[in-house]
């Protein structure tokens, strides 16, 4: 059961982002990439294709981080490490290791 998911919030708790929080946006093996956090330039070339012509120059983007840099924030806004355990209907639930209350 994967610790750390899609749309889940999380503090980054390592590296020159630490301490900033932000919403998951992929979540790849070991490297999460969260929204607004880690932001590098990327230097594109523009290029046609058969959907039209994409735009080159410099852009944006987030660059993923790696999983053990973050913790989830759980429901009452704290920084917390995962553990998981059955559920009534027989699946695995993640649960906040803090207040031991659902995520």
Do not use: C, F, W, Y
Not at 60 to 69: G, K
Not at 76 to 86: F, H, L, Y
Request: charged residues 30%; glycine residues 14%; hydrophobic residues 30%.
């Amino acid at each position: 059961m994967p610790k750390i998911k899609k749309d889940d919030t999380v503090l980054v708790i390592a590296g020159r982002e630490k301490g900033v929080t932000g919403k998951v946006i992929h979540v790849d093996g070991s490297r999460v990439t969260i929204e607004g956090v880690n932001r590098v330039k990327r230097h594109t070339r523009e290029q046609t294709g058969e959907k039209g012509v994409k735009v080159g120059g410099i852009i944006t983007v987030e660059a993923s981080l790696h999983i053990s840099n973050v913790m989830v924030v759980d429901g009452e806004g704290q920084a917390t490490r995962v553990g998981s355990r059955v559920g009534d209907d027989g699946r695995n639930v993640r649960i906040s290791r803090r207040t031991g209350k659902d995520i």
